[in-house]
């Protein structure tokens, strides 16, 4: 098969419909996006690795609202929601597009609550320091969902499986955050110590890594539950919900693996998922 019958196959393959996959990406701090680590090397082997999706469609644990909203603009801002790191990551301008007919599709889609249209958000550092490794090109819309974070964890785990029709239409939901998220508990003097990790926080990885293998996602929905030092893991919901919303897209033929599966300054995990 020439490179020229390669390429109209795998495009008529796209327009038929793949079913896109599903992840769930530990972001950790905003400098991923801009270093060559072990990390954004994984991100970036799944970009080439992945069916390319007709567009990309993040719910970022940095987009949290009252009600639930749709990035809807033709161009959506790089935002660099954060302070005290290097000019370099300030001057990161990912230049992806947006999808306002994706937006409008998406908001039909979801029956659980009236998705509204945003045209001031953009991409957040959850979105775009992955997907920038993923997709350097930004040659593939990007759009975001918001968080409605006066809901509970079912309430965002029903909402998501509105979202499974998109997975045909070649689009890949990505839910960014870190199961183990705790910033106030950090060992900075152990931040550059591979795989570092204390021992509530170990052991909160392995449980959710068996529920997730296991598809318990009614635990998970109750992670509050789940160990006496859960709360250590999760002391605000903000950066688990994504897993939520990207574990609701499961459905029974879908295969889950894990990769960047690794603590960070003791109180943070890079463990994510594929399902597909």
């Known amino acids: 098969?020439?490179?020229?019958?390669?390429?109209?196959?795998?495009?008529?393959?796209?327009?038929?419909g793949d079913k896109q996959p599903v992840l769930f990406v530990g972001h950790?701090?905003?400098?991923n996006g801009i270093e060559d680590n072990e990390f954004s090397q994984n991100w970036s082997k799944l970009g080439k690795e992945?069916?390319?999706?007709?567009a990309v469609l993040v719910i970022s644990a940095h987009w949290l609202t009252w009600g639930t909203y749709v990035t809807a603009m033709d161009s959506p801002r790089t935002i660099h929601d954060f302070g005290g790191f290097p000019q370099e990551l300030f001057d990161v301008q990912y230049s992806a597009k947006g999808n306002p007919e994706l937006a409008k599709q998406t908001s039909e889609l979801i029956t659980h609550t009236d998705v509204k249209m945003d045209h001031e958000w953009g991409l957040d550092h959850g979105a775009w320091t992955v997907v920038r490794h993923m997709y350097p090109d930004a040659d593939i819309p990007v759009l975001q969902l918001s968080i409605d974070y006066n809901k509970p964890s079912e309430y965002h785990y029903n909402l998501a499986k509105d979202l499974a029709k998109l997975r045909e239409k070649g689009v890949l939901v990505l839910g960014s955050g870190n199961m183990v998220h705790n910033l106030r508990m950090v060992a900075w003097d152990k931040l550059n110590d591979d795989n570092y990790g204390y021992d509530w926080a170990i052991e909160m990885n392995e449980i959710f890594k068996q529920?997730?293998?296991d598809s318990n996602h009614k635990d998970l929905m109750d992670y509050d539950k789940l160990n006496k030092v859960a709360k250590l893991a999760i002391p605000t919901p903000d950066h688990y919900y994504p897993l939520l919303?990207?574990?609701?897209?499961?459905d029974k033929k879908d295969v889950v693996s894990f990769f960047n599966d690794k603590l960070v300054g003791g109180s943070l995990n890079m463990t994510s998922v594929l399902i597909g």
């Open 1 to 16: 098969m020439s490179l020229h019958t390669f390429k109209n196959w795998t495009d008529d393959l796209q327009l038929q």
């Open 28 to 31: 950790g701090s905003p400098m």
């Open 50 to 54: 992945l069916p390319k999706p007709k």
């Open 211 to 213: 529920k997730i293998a």
């Open 245 to 250: 919303y990207s574990l609701a897209l499961k």
